[in-house]
C-alpha cells in the first residue's frame, strides 16, 4: 500500500483516482506546522502541495520512503528540485492544468483596475453613493504589452484581443511567425514600456525577471500604465512600483504575487491605487479540480507502471550509458549555457555535430543535457533533461544532430552551434584523457580553455599591445587573470582572446573594455555553480 500526503488545500473530486485506488491511501492533512510535517513525513510515498507547503532541503532530508513530490500547479519555486534530486525524488507538476484559471484572472485584475470595481465596492458597501470618484477607461483599443507569451501569456492576449485591445508580445521564444499567427505585433521590453497603457507579466521568476519591472523600467513606461502580476512575486520590484504609484508614473497595479508571501508590504498592500489578491490566479474549481487530477493519475502511473509524464527533475537512462558519458554530459550542459550566452539571443535553430567515440554512442542523454544548459538560461528550474526536447519543440526551435564516427583531432569531440537568423554561436568540447574537460572552439576559433566559471570572451584585431591593454584594465580593477589563451586566424587579421578570471567583470569594467581601440566584440560568460547536471548521479 503506498501512501500519499496531501498538505494544502486541494480539491477532494480531483483526488477520487488516488481515492478509489486500491494500492493507495490518502491524507489530508492541510495547515501543519513545518516540524509536525517533518515529524510525519518519514511515513510516506508521495506528498502532493500547492503553493504554501515549503518543500525544504529538512523536510527531504527527513523523508526516508518519499518517492514523488507532486506540485498541484506550475511553479516548483516552494520546492528545493535540487535537494530532491540529489535525494532521488522525483517531482512532478500540472502544467497547462490551471492555464485558463490563471488568465481569467488576469483579465479579472485588468477589468478591476481600468473600473476601479473593488474601490467602489467597498465605497458603496460602506454607505456611499459616489457617482464621481470612480470613473475609469475602457481597455477598448489600448494597448497591452504581455511580458512572457507562454502558455498564460497567450491566453491572455487572446481574451484581450476580444476587448478590442492591441497586443505587443515579449518572450525571448517569440517568433515572427508565431506572433502573426497569434495577430499580435512581436516587441521588446522597450517597445511596450513606450506603447502600453496596460502590462501584464507572464514569466518565471528566473535571475533575468527578477526585478524585471523596476525603477529604470517604470522610468521608461507611458505616464498612467496600469501594470499587472499574477505571475510570480518579484519580477516587479514592490518598492519601485509603490514609489511609481505615489508619483503617478503608474495609475494603478493589480498584484496577485508577492516577493514573499503572505504578502506584507503594507505600503503595497493598502495603496489606494493597488487591488491586490493572495496568489488566487489558480484557484477556481476547475483549476484545482484538473490539476489534483492530473497528479493523481501521474502518481498512479509512476507506483504502478513506472511511466513519468511531467517530471522537473529526472532523466531516464541505463546507468552504464549514463556513467560512459558522465563526463561529457557535465560538459554538455556547460556548453549549452555559454553558447546561449555568446548568441545573447533566443535560438531559432540548433545544430549537434558528434564526432570520434561520442558518434557511436547512445548520446539522447547527451543532447538533452546541452538542451537543458541552453533553455534552462531562460526556463530556469522547469527544464530537465526529461522535458528538454519537449520544451524546445513548444518554443518551435528546430535541432539537427549528425554524427561522423570519424575523430576530429580528438578521439571524441563535440560541436554545438546555436542560430538566431543570421547569427550564430558555437562551442566545441571534449574530454582529455587525464586532463578532463577542454573547450578547444569558440565561434571560429580554436582555443584550449578548462570551463571555469567566470571567462571572458573577446575579439579584435590582430595588432600588438593588446594582451597588455586587456591585462591593465583587470589588473587595476584588481581582477585576476587565472588563464589566457590567444588565437588569430592570421597575422594582422581578426584574432580572439579567452580568459578565465576569479571574479565577475562588473560593468564598469565591461564598459571600460568595450571602449577599448580594436576590440570587435567582448563578452562576459558565466557558467553558475548550480548548473550542473541536475539528477542523481548514483
Ligand atoms: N497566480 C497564480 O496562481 C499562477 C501563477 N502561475 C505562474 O505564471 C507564470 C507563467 O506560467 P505559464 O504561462 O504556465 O508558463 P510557461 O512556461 O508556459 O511560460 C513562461 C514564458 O515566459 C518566458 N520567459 C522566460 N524568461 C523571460 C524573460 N526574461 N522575458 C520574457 N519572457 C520570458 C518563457 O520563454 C515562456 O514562454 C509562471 O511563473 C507560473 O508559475 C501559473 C499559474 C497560476
Ligand atoms: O496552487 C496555487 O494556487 C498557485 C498556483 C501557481 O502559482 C502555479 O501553478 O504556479
Not at 475609469?136 to 494597448?143: D, I, P, R, S
Not at 512572457?148 to 492591441?166: D, L, P, S, Y
Not at 522547469?382 to 528538454?388: D, L
Not at 571567462?455 to 580593477?477: A, C, F, Q, T
Given at each position: 500500500?503506498?501512501?500519499?500526503i496531501?498538505?494544502?488545500?486541494?480539491?477532494?473530486s480531483?483526488?477520487?483516482?488516488?481515492?478509489?485506488?486500491?494500492?493507495?491511501t490518502?491524507?489530508?492533512?492541510?495547515?501543519?506546522?513545518?516540524?509536525?510535517l517533518?515529524?510525519?513525513?518519514?511515513?510516506?510515498?508521495?506528498?502532493?502541495?500547492r503553493?504554501?507547503?515549503?518543500?525544504?532541503e529538512?523536510?527531504l532530508n527527513?523523508?526516508?520512503?518519499?518517492?514523488?513530490?507532486?506540485?498541484?500547479?506550475v511553479?516548483?519555486?516552494?520546492i528545493?528540485?535540487?535537494?530532491?534530486?540529489?535525494?532521488?525524488?522525483?517531482?512532478?507538476n500540472?502544467?497547462?492544468?490551471?492555464?485558463?484559471?490563471?488568465?481569467?484572472?488576469?483579465?479579472?485584475?485588468?477589468?478591476?483596475?481600468?473600473?476601479?470595481?473593488?474601490?467602489?465596492?467597498?465605497?458603496?458597501?460602506a454607505?456611499?453613493?459616489?457617482r464621481?470618484?470612480?470613473?475609469?477607461?475602457e481597455?477598448y483599443?489600448?494597448?497591452?504589452?504581455?511580458?512572457?507569451?507562454?502558455?498564460?501569456?497567450?491566453?491572455v492576449?487572446?481574451?484581450?484581443?476580444?476587448?478590442?485591445?492591441?497586443?505587443?508580445?515579449?518572450?525571448?521564444?517569440?517568433?515572427?511567425?508565431?506572433?502573426?499567427?497569434?495577430?499580435?505585433?512581436?516587441?521588446?521590453?522597450?517597445?511596450?514600456?513606450?506603447?502600453?497603457?496596460?502590462?501584464?507579466?507572464?514569466?518565471?521568476?528566473?535571475?533575468?525577471?527578477?526585478?524585471?519591472?523596476?525603477d529604470?523600467?517604470?522610468?521608461?513606461?507611458?505616464?498612467?500604465?496600469?501594470?499587472?502580476?499574477?505571475?510570480?512575486?518579484?519580477?516587479?520590484?514592490?518598492?519601485?512600483?509603490?514609489?511609481?504609484?505615489?508619483?503617478?508614473?503608474?495609475?494603478?497595479?493589480?498584484?496577485d504575487?508577492?516577493?514573499?508571501?503572505?504578502a506584507?508590504?503594507?505600503?503595497?498592500?493598502s495603496?489606494?491605487?493597488?487591488?491586490?489578491?493572495?496568489?488566487?490566479?489558480?484557484?477556481?474549481?476547475?483549476?484545482?479540480?484538473?490539476?489534483?487530477?492530473?497528479?493523481?493519475?501521474?502518481?498512479?502511473?509512476?507506483?504502478?507502471?513506472?511511466?513519468i509524464?511531467?517530471?522537473?527533475?529526472?532523466?531516464?537512462?541505463?546507468?552504464?550509458?549514463?556513467?560512459?558519458?558522465?563526463?561529457?554530459?557535465?560538459?554538455?550542459?556547460?556548453?549549452?549555457?555559454?553558447?546561449?550566452?555568446?548568441?545573447?539571443?533566443?535560438?531559432?535553430k540548433?545544430?549537434?555535430?558528434?564526432?570520434?567515440?561520442?558518434?557511436?554512442?547512445?548520446?539522447?542523454?547527451?543532447?538533452?543535457?546541452?538542451?537543458?544548459?541552453?533553455?534552462?538560461?531562460?526556463?530556469?528550474?522547469?527544464?530537465?533533461?526529461?522535458?528538454?526536447?519537449?520544451?524546445?519543440?513548444?518554443?518551435?526551435?528546430?535541432?539537427?544532430?549528425?554524427k561522423?564516427p570519424?575523430?576530429?583531432?580528438?578521439?571524441?569531440?563535440?560541436?554545438?552551434?546555436?542560430?538566431?537568423?543570421?547569427?550564430?554561436?558555437t562551442?566545441?568540447?571534449?574530454?582529455?584523457?587525464?586532463?578532463?574537460?577542454?573547450?578547444?572552439?569558440?565561434?571560429?576559433?580554436?582555443?584550449?580553455?578548462?570551463?571555469?566559471?567566470?571567462?571572458?570572451?573577446?575579439?579584435?584585431?590582430?595588432?600588438?599591445g593588446?594582451?597588455?591593454?586587456?591585462?591593465?584594465i583587470?589588473?587595476?580593477?584588481?581582477?585576476?587573470?587565472?588563464?589566457?589563451?590567444?588565437?588569430?586566424?592570421?597575422?594582422?587579421?581578426?584574432?580572439?582572446?579567452?580568459?578565465?578570471?576569479?571574479?565577475?567583470?562588473?560593468?564598469?569594467?565591461?564598459?571600460?573594455?568595450?571602449?577599448?581601440?580594436?576590440?570587435?566584440?567582448?563578452?562576459?560568460?558565466?557558467?553558475?555553480?548550480?548548473?550542473?547536471?541536475?539528477?542523481?548521479?548514483?
Amino acid at each position: 500500500m503506498y501512501k500519499v500526503i496531501v498538505t494544502d488545500s486541494i480539491s477532494d473530486s480531483g483526488l477520487k483516482a488516488l481515492y478509489d485506488h486500491p494500492n493507495f491511501t490518502v491524507d489530508k492533512k492541510s495547515g501543519l506546522s513545518p516540524e509536525e510535517l517533518k515529524e510525519i513525513i518519514k511515513d510516506y510515498d508521495a506528498l502532493i502541495v500547492r503553493s504554501q507547503t515549503q518543500v525544504t532541503e529538512d523536510l527531504l532530508n527527513a523523508a526516508e520512503k518519499l518517492r514523488v513530490v507532486a506540485r498541484a500547479g506550475v511553479g516548483v519555486d516552494n520546492i528545493d528540485i535540487n535537494a530532491a534530486t540529489r535525494k532521488g525524488i522525483l517531482v512532478i507538476n500540472a502544467p497547462g492544468a490551471n492555464t485558463i484559471s490563471a488568465a481569467e484572472h488576469t483579465m479579472a485584475m485588468m477589468l478591476s483596475l481600468a473600473r476601479r470595481i473593488p474601490h467602489a465596492h467597498m465605497s458603496t458597501s460602506a454607505g456611499n453613493w459616489d457617482r464621481n470618484a470612480f470613473k475609469g477607461v475602457e481597455l477598448y483599443e489600448k494597448t497591452l504589452g504581455v511580458i512572457g507569451m507562454g502558455k498564460i501569456g497567450a491566453e491572455v492576449a487572446k481574451r484581450a484581443q476580444r476587448f478590442g485591445m492591441k497586443i505587443l508580445g515579449y518572450d525571448p521564444y517569440l517568433t515572427e511567425e508565431r506572433a502573426n499567427q497569434m495577430n499580435i505585433t512581436k516587441a521588446t521590453l522597450y517597445d511596450i514600456a513606450r506603447e502600453a497603457d496596460f502590462i501584464t507579466v507572464h514569466t518565471p521568476l528566473t535571475k533575468d525577471t527578477k526585478g524585471l519591472i523596476n525603477d529604470d523600467y517604470l522610468a521608461k513606461t507611458k505616464k498612467g500604465v496600469r501594470i499587472i502580476n499574477c505571475a510570480r512575486g518579484g519580477i516587479i520590484d514592490e518598492d519601485a512600483l509603490v514609489r511609481g504609484l505615489n508619483s503617478g508614473q503608474v495609475a494603478g497595479a493589480a498584484i496577485d504575487v508577492f516577493e514573499t508571501e503572505p504578502a506584507s508590504n503594507q505600503e503595497l498592500l493598502s495603496h489606494p491605487h493597488a487591488i491586490v489578491t493572495p496568489h488566487l490566479g489558480a484557484s477556481t474549481v476547475e483549476a484545482q479540480e484538473k490539476v489534483a487530477q492530473e497528479v493523481s493519475e501521474e502518481i498512479i502511473d509512476i507506483f504502478e507502471t513506472d511511466s513519468i509524464h511531467h517530471a522537473i527533475n529526472m532523466p531516464q537512462v541505463s546507468g552504464e550509458t549514463q556513467k560512459k558519458l558522465q563526463p561529457f554530459i557535465d560538459l554538455g550542459e556547460q556548453i549549452g549555457i555559454l553558447a546561449i550566452q555568446l548568441l545573447k539571443n533566443a535560438p531559432d535553430k540548433i545544430d549537434i555535430h558528434y564526432y570520434g567515440n561520442l558518434a557511436k554512442e547512445d548520446n539522447n542523454l547527451l543532447t538533452r543535457t546541452m538542451i537543458k544548459g541552453i533553455l534552462s538560461y531562460h526556463l530556469s528550474d522547469s527544464v530537465n533533461m526529461v522535458n528538454a526536447l519537449h520544451l524546445l519543440n513548444d518554443q518551435g526551435v528546430s535541432f539537427n544532430v549528425m554524427k561522423n564516427p570519424e575523430s576530429k583531432g580528438f578521439a571524441s569531440y563535440m560541436e554545438l552551434t546555436l542560430h538566431h537568423g543570421d547569427h550564430h554561436s558555437t562551442i566545441g568540447a571534449t574530454v582529455l584523457n587525464g586532463y578532463g574537460a577542454r573547450i578547444v572552439k569558440m565561434n571560429e576559433y580554436r582555443v584550449d580553455v578548462r570551463p571555469e566559471r567566470y571567462l571572458l570572451y573577446i575579439e579584435h584585431h590582430d595588432v600588438p599591445g593588446m594582451i597588455g591593454r586587456v591585462g591593465s584594465i583587470l589588473g587595476n580593477h584588481d581582477i585576476n587573470i587565472g588563464t589566457m589563451q590567444v588565437g588569430r586566424a592570421e597575422a594582422g587579421g581578426d584574432a580572439n582572446m579567452v580568459l578565465t578570471l576569479d571574479k565577475k567583470v562588473n560593468d564598469e569594467v565591461a564598459k571600460e573594455l568595450v571602449e577599448m581601440d580594436g576590440l570587435k566584440a567582448v563578452q562576459f560568460l558565466e557558467i553558475p555553480n548550480g548548473h550542473l547536471p541536475a539528477y542523481n548521479m548514483q
